[in-house]
């Protein structure tokens, strides 16, 4: 059963656009969301991560939007750059016993020079 | 401050081999979590350990088991290997449990080859 959804599964961006990756989740004890970055033959790095008490956060050209009713969140990367092109992980935990990421599929990101 | 280093990056084993993985964590970090991303999928959690204890498994069968030293570095051993095992094997550690408050930081992963 997958917990954390996420869409799309790859996506092409021009530099200079708008990049939008969403997720979705089920459990509703899930109360922290990180996006995490990976490049090829590296593991996953915390881009930046919330909690369900606010509805955004923004950290540079990264931003989080997060709908708690519709169990919903999402990664928009402003004034994408070629150097952005990467794997991006949305996931969640409980933090309840022991903490342990939850982790979507993952989305494919190109931003085109 | 080093970060999370793994052992080997890359290693073949045979269908029924065993295999062991190695991670030290970052210095200040006592917790271990240990993941498995199979291509083109997400991270998915096989166990972690806090103070040399398990402290929690995911959906991961019994061949599967850890360990974690007083240094808090960990070993990842699979027994009985099989083709699905095949995989990159990544290790992440936090302090004190609360990832959700320190950030977890991973290594780079032991990709591994069953054939």
């Known amino acids: 059963q997958q917990q954390v959804k996420q869409s799309p599964q790859s996506l092409i961006v021009q530099k200079g656009g708008i990049s939008i990756i969403n997720c979705a989740y089920e459990?509703?004890?899930?109360?922290?969301f990180p996006w995490y970055q990976q490049f090829p033959g590296k593991g996953p790095a915390l881009l930046i991560a919330?909690?369900?008490?606010?509805s955004e956060k923004k950290e540079g050209r990264f931003t989080i939007s997060f709908n708690k009713s519709a169990k919903q969140f999402s990664l928009h990367i402003m004034d994408s750059q070629p150097g952005d092109s990467a794997t991006y992980f949305c996931?969640?935990?409980?933090?309840?016993?022991?903490?342990?990421?939850?982790f979507g599929k993952g989305t494919m990101l190109l931003v085109s020079p | 401050e080093t970060g999370v280093t793994q052992s080997p990056t890359h290693l073949i084993k045979t269908r029924g081999q065993q295999v062991t993985l190695r991670c030290s964590s970052q210095?200040?970090?006592?917790?271990v979590s240990w993941y498995q991303q199979a291509l083109g999928q997400g991270p998915q959690f096989i166990f972690q350990?806090?103070?040399?204890?398990?402290?929690g498994r995911g959906n991961f069968p019994p061949r599967f088991s850890g360990l974690q030293f007083p240094n808090y570095s960990s070993e990842l051993n699979v027994n009985a290997l099989e083709l699905d095992d095949s995989a990159l094997y990544l290790c992440?550690?936090?302090?004190?449990?609360?990832?959700?408050?320190?950030?977890?930081?991973f290594g780079s992963g032991t990709r591994l080859t069953v054939v």
């Open positions: 992440a550690s936090s302090r004190d449990l609360a990832g959700e408050a320190y950030g977890y930081t």
């Open positions: 459990n509703t004890a899930f109360d922290y």
């Open positions: 919330i909690r369900p008490d606010v």
């Open positions: 996931a969640a935990s409980s933090g309840s016993g022991y903490s342990t990421l939850t």
């Open positions: 210095s200040g970090h006592n917790t």
């Open positions: 350990y806090y103070r040399e204890e398990e402290n």
